[in-house]
T-cell receptor, first 115, second 111 residues
Framework: KAGVTQTPRYLIKTRGQQVTLSCSPISGHRSVSWYQQTPGQGLQFLFEYFSETQRNKGNFPGRFSGRQFSNSRSEMNVSTLELGDSALYLC??????????????FGSGTQLSVL | GDSVTQMEGPVTLSEEAFLTINCTYTATGYPSLFWYVQYPGEGLQLLLKATKADDKGSNKGFEATYRKETTSFHLEKGSVQVSDSAVYFCASRDTGNQFYFGTGTSLTVIP
């Protein structure tokens, strides 16, 4: 079974641009969540999607948005990039959110650098 | 809101030394607790978990006990190896299925 796949692996953008990141969950997983990882802040929760609906949202500005498609693949978009958006963006999938023993499966992340 | 606080690193230990990484949580309900590990260049992997008070999670020689009275979930290993070098994240999950992660603790084990 293939793991969580994130593309691209690396991205370099300039301030003001926008970017779209992609995540393909493990086959059969319907929940996808996104995290921003920075050295000083650790993992910060962005949002979670389940069956194409956003279920949870973290405390990020509206420049950060996402969506999920019918095949459970998810995209995250950041508009009007700022230098502080430079981070590793991690995607995680799970099969049935809400179960006590549920765990997250993480992708290797997309490293975004904003210049 | 819920949050997780873990000891700051980096931590450097000699091989076969004893490891403790402290983790405490705040929560309005009764969260599930997790330790995730991130090896260089990889995503996070679940190391162990505990879903209720007094549960002990264990895996690969690592252990952590869910202590409700001290709201803690400290990670321990009796004898670390060079291959344990990684970043360790403590996390909680609330009843709404939202995860809260600590800032991570970098561990380096030297031979």
């Amino acid at each position: 079974k293939a793991g969580v796949t994130q593309t691209p692996r690396y991205l370099i953008k300039t301030r003001g641009q926008q970017v779209t990141l992609s995540c393909s969950p493990i086959s059969g997983h319907r929940s996808v969540s996104w995290y921003q990882q920075t050295p000083g802040q650790g993992l910060q929760f962005l949002f979670e999607y389940f069956s194409e609906t956003q279920r949870n949202k973290g405390n990020f500005p509206g420049r950060f948005s996402g969506r999920q498609f019918s095949n459970s693949r998810s995209e995250m978009n950041v508009s009007t990039l700022e230098l502080g958006d430079s981070a590793l963006y991690l995607c995680a999938s799970s099969s049935s959110p809400g179960l006590t023993n549920e765990k997250l499966f993480f992708g290797s992340g997309t490293q975004l650098s904003v210049l | 809101g819920d949050s997780v606080t873990q000891m700051e690193g980096p931590v450097t230990l000699s091989e076969e030394a004893f490891l403790t990484i402290n983790c405490t949580y705040t929560a309005t309900g009764y969260p599930s607790l997790f330790w995730y590990v991130q090896y260089p260049g990889e995503g996070l992997q679940l190391l162990l978990k505990a879903t209720k008070a007094d549960d002990k999670g264990s895996n690969k020689g690592f252990e952590a006990t869910y202590r409700k009275e001290t709201t803690s979930f400290h990670l321990e290993k009796g004898s670390v190896q060079v291959s344990d070098s990684a970043v360790y994240f403590c996390a909680s999950r609330d009843t709404g299925n939202q995860f809260y992660f600590g800032t991570g603790t970098s561990l380096t084990v030297i031979p």
